[in-house]
């Protein structure tokens, strides 16, 4: 179960790269709120379906939880504007790179610290190579991006 897991989350993470660059594309010609709006939009009615088709009962509705759980919706909307606005000018690798390696930073320290009513799991040696070594892959990835002056 864990290596399905896995590949569904890189299949997850695929598709946002491919998203990164249509929302890039789109919100170039229509705007980045524009661009972001679709997004939220077919996205909601999307989840709507799926939850009237297939979401099984649950013990709790969504005004029976914490608060404060519900702010996670409003992390979405940042990282679909920040994209849209970096893919343009960036580039999809150097964007979704750096957006991994924020990603990769923030999850080490609500697991470090237990953040969230996570588990805590510590800071190693091996999980703070991975941040290194990633960092190392965006610096690589964004100088490989620039472009060369001597290129006709």
Not at 99 to 127: E, K, Y
């Amino acid at each position: 179960m864990t290596v399905i897991m896995i590949i569904l989350a890189l299949i997850g993470g695929a598709t946002l790269s491919v998203q990164a660059a249509i929302n890039g594309q789109l919100g170039s010609r229509v705007g980045v709120f524009k661009s972001a709006f679709l997004t939220f939009s077919v996205g909601a009615l999307v989840t709507a379906l799926l939850i009237f088709f297939f979401e099984p009962k649950q013990a709790y509705t969504l005004m029976d939880v914490p608060k404060w759980q519900l702010l996670g919706a409003l992390c979405g909307v940042p990282y679909i504007v920040i994209m849209v606005l970096a893919v343009q000018r960036i580039g999809t690798a150097v964007a979704t790179v750096a957006v991994i390696l924020g990603q990769l930073a923030m999850s080490m320290l609500i697991d470090n610290f237990g953040w969230l009513g996570n588990p805590a799991i510590p800071f190693s040696t091996s999980r703070l190579a991975a941040i290194a070594c990633l960092g190392i892959a965006l610096f690589f990835i964004y100088s490989s991006s620039k472009p060369s002056a001597n290129k006709a």
